[in-house]
Nanobody
Framework: QVQLVESGGGLVQAGGSLRLSCAAS????????MAWFRQAPGKERDFVAA????????RYADSVKGRFTISRDNAKTTVYLQMDSLKLEDTAAYSC?????????????????WGQGTQVTVSS
């Protein structure tokens, strides 16, 4: 059974940091591109970051570039999102996702599996 379980969310002040984790099981993790998406209330799900299988190349949304870092540990079948210099507008539910496709990685439709999400709230 495929599972993606996020953790590490919480309440943090603006300018602070959080590290999200997504533990995967039930599929061949090292052969999947992994990504983080986020969704704020009343808004669409937005791409945050992705890390490919193989060479672990990364992609970021412009809004988080230079502040967020995505990484993966294939031995632990876990993907991480280090979030620094958090802003109020980063408040959202963050979900991880897994894809076998080599392109279109910024689109939710490219992903086969999804986690339930973890809430990140940034306060002033």
């Amino acid at each position: 059974q495929v599972q993606l379980v996020e953790s590490g969310g919480g309440l943090v002040q603006a300018g602070g940091s959080l590290r999200l984790s997504c533990a995967a099981s039930g599929f061949s993790f090292s052969n999947y591109t992994m990504a983080w998406f986020r969704q704020a209330p009343g808004k669409e799900r937005d791409f945050v970051a992705a890390i490919t299988w193989g060479d672990s190349s990364t992609r970021y949304a412009d809004s988080v570039k230079g502040r967020f870092t995505i990484s993966r540990d294939n031995a632990k079948t876990t993907v991480y999102l280090q979030m620094d210099s958090l802003k109020l507008e980063d408040t959202a539910a963050y979900s991880c996702a897994a894809s076998t496709l080599p392109r279109g990685l910024r689109l939710p439709a490219a992903y086969n599996y999804w986690g339930q999400g973890t809430q990140v709230t940034v306060s002033s």
